[in-house]
């Protein structure tokens, strides 16, 4: 996965979805901001492609923008679609699994 920030021009209009691609048998990710108060991260992932149960210090808010993904949540199964925002609270393990490509935005906020 590329982990490397990229900048965003100030005051322009950007189609999130366009700035990462779909890899065959990969998940791809593209860092926006990485930043002592969080970050901001596409990810596109192949269908197959998922992440592992784990927890993390911060919330987490799952936005996805193209396609449909399967977040377990606390052992909680919700299936998210283009359009829509999760929310996966501190500490609580989770996954995601993609059925079929998805991309999604990843926004942590620390503290």
Do not use: C, W
């Not at 021009?9 to 990485?34: F, K, N, T, W």
């Not at 784990?54 to 998210?80: C, F, K, M």
């Amino acid at each position: 996965m590329n982990k490397t920030a990229e900048s965003m021009e100030p005051a322009q209009p950007v189609r999130l979805a366009e700035r990462v691609q779909y890899a065959d048998g990969s998940i791809v990710s593209r860092a926006l901001v990485q930043k002592p108060v969080g970050s901001i991260t596409l990810f596109a992932f192949d269908a197959g492609q998922g992440l592992n149960e784990h927890t993390a210090p911060y919330d987490a808010y799952v936005q996805i923008l193209d396609g449909e993904a399967e977040l377990v949540i606390g052992g909680r199964v919700v299936n998210s679609v283009s359009g829509e925002t999760v929310l996966m609270p501190a500490n609580v393990p989770h996954a995601l699994n993609a059925r079929q490509r998805f991309k999604m935005l990843l926004t942590m906020i620390r503290g």
